[in-house]
C-alpha cells in the first residue's frame, strides 16, 4: 500500500493535471452510457433502456449530490481521502458491469424479466452514485483552482473523453 501511495505522490508531482483529469473520465463514462452503444444489443430497437438508464443515473447522481449537502462538513472530509473516488469508480463500475451483463447475450435468457429489470434498475442506481461522488470530487478540486487554471483542466479533460470515447469497444 505504501509503494502505492509513493508511486501516486511521484506520479502526480510530474504531471500535476493528473488529478483533475477525474472529470475527463466522468464525462466519458456519462457519454458511453448515455449513447448506448458500448452496451445496448441489436435488439433495442426504440432506445426505451437508454433513456430508463439516464433517467436512473441522473436522479441517484443527482440525489446523492442533494443528499450530501446536509452532510459538508463529514461529506468533505470523505472526499478527501485517497480511497474515496476508488470507493466510487468501484460502485460505478459494479453498476455498468451489471448492467452490461443483463443484456440479452448474458443474463436475460437465464432469469425472469422482473429480476432483469430490477438488477437494470440496481445497476444503474449504482453507477450514478458513483459518478456522483466523482462528481462531488471533481467539483472540490475545481472549486480550489483560479478560474483560468479551471478553463485549462477542463479543456485537458476534453482530450480524455475523445480519446475514451474513439477507442471504446
Request: charge should be positive.
Amino acid at each position: 500500500m505504501a509503494e502505492t501511495k509513493n508511486f501516486m505522490a511521484k506520479l502526480v508531482r510530474a504531471w500535476p493535471a493528473l488529478p483533475y483529469m477525474a472529470l475527463g473520465a466522468l464525462l466519458a463514462s456519462v457519454y458511453i452510457a448515455s449513447s448506448g452503444t458500448a452496451w445496448l444489443s441489436d435488439s433495442e430497437t426504440n432506445g426505451g433502456n437508454l433513456s430508463v438508464l439516464t433517467v436512473t443515473t441522473s436522479l441517484s447522481a443527482g440525489g446523492l449530490m442533494l443528499l450530501s449537502t446536509f452532510a459538508v462538513p463529514r461529506v468533505r472530509s470523505w472526499l478527501e481521502r485517497p480511497t474515496a473516488c476508488l470507493w466510487a469508480g468501484a460502485v460505478s463500475s459494479f453498476g455498468a458491469l451489471i448492467v452490461i451483463l443483463i443484456g440479452p447475450y448474458y443474463l436475460t435468457p437465464m432469469l425472469p424479466y422482473p429480476v432483469i429489470r430490477s438488477l437494470f434498475f440496481i445497476g444503474g442506481i449504482l453507477f450514478g452514485v458513483g459518478l456522483g461522488a466523482i462528481a462531488l470530487r471533481c467539483g472540490q478540486l475545481y472549486g480550489a483552482l483560479p478560474p483560468r487554471q479551471v478553463i485549462l483542466y477542463v479543456a485537458y479533460s476534453q482530450f480524455v473523453v475523445g480519446a475514451s470515447f474513439f477507442t471504446r469497444c
